[in-house]
């Protein structure tokens, strides 16, 4: 069982440069969401998809951007990287987040470093 | 709103004695809550979830939390740690039917288990 699969997992970057992080469920979730962690910040939602055809801003959404592809794929764009962006990004999925008491399932994460 | 305050950024344990991990929450709604674990480099697995049914709550590995609406209080605990229990631990409300596709996730609590 796969559940939530990221591409890549590591990746280092220079500032200016952009880069697509992919992200895919087979689990026929509705709801995905994009995170970044942080040291001693916990999990911040930078965008959601709250079904197919949908996306929001979450907490933390300047630099970023979202392609909710089709129900499977949810991707994150970095436009123009920043160090600032330096994190662990976690892509998660839900039944129907708001409307269930269904936990969100995580991926492994994508280490990005930003010179 | 909702909030999620994780009372203790590091609890140091001796491995075979009691753990306790404090959750303190807020929600306008009837809330879900939730107990992941995440170990190094690695992505947040579940532990159990609260939602509105038994307010002592059972999950993997040991671990159980006690749902007290009083208290606003969803603090997780287990009897005896084992060394595999060192790891990040991070509370998580979500509130059932208010529409908000969120989850609100606590600063984390980071466990270390002695020898």
């Known amino acids: 069982n796969a559940g939530v699969t990221q591409t890549p997992k590591f990746q280092v970057l220079k500032t200016g440069q952009s880069m697509t992080l992919q992200c895919a469920q087979d689990?026929?979730?509705?709801?995905m969401y994009w995170y970044r962690q942080d040291p001693g910040m916990g999990l911040r939602l930078i965008y959601y998809?709250?079904?197919?055809?949908?996306?929001d801003k979450g907490e933390v959404p300047n630099g970023y951007n979202v392609s909710r592809l089709n129900k499977r794929e949810f991707s994150l764009r970095l436009e123009s990287a920043a160090p600032s962006q330096t994190s662990v990004y976690f892509c998660?999925?839900?039944?129907?987040?708001?409307?269930?008491?269904?936990?969100?399932?995580f991926g492994d994460g994508t280490r990005l470093s930003i010179l | 709103a909702q909030s999620v305050t994780q009372l203790d950024s590091h609890v140091s344990v001796s491995e075979g004695t009691p753990v306790l991990l404090r959750c303190n929450y807020s929600s306008s709604y009837s809330p879900s809550l939730f107990w992941y674990v995440q170990h190094p480099n690695k992505g947040l697995q579940l532990l159990l979830k609260y939602t509105s049914a038994a307010t002592l709550v059972k999950g993997i590995n040991g671990f159980e939390a006690e749902f007290k609406k009083s208290e606003t209080s969803f603090h997780l605990t287990k009897p005896s740690a084992h060394m595999s229990d060192a790891a990040e631990y991070f509370c998580v409300v979500s509130d059932q039917g208010s529409g908000t596709y969120k989850y609100i996730f606590g600063t984390g609590t980071r466990l270390k288990v002695l020898a």
């Open positions: 998809s709250a079904s197919e055809g949908t996306t």
């Open positions: 689990m026929n979730h509705n709801s």
């Open positions: 998660a999925s839900t039944t129907r987040g708001g409307y269930s008491n269904q936990p969100q399932h």
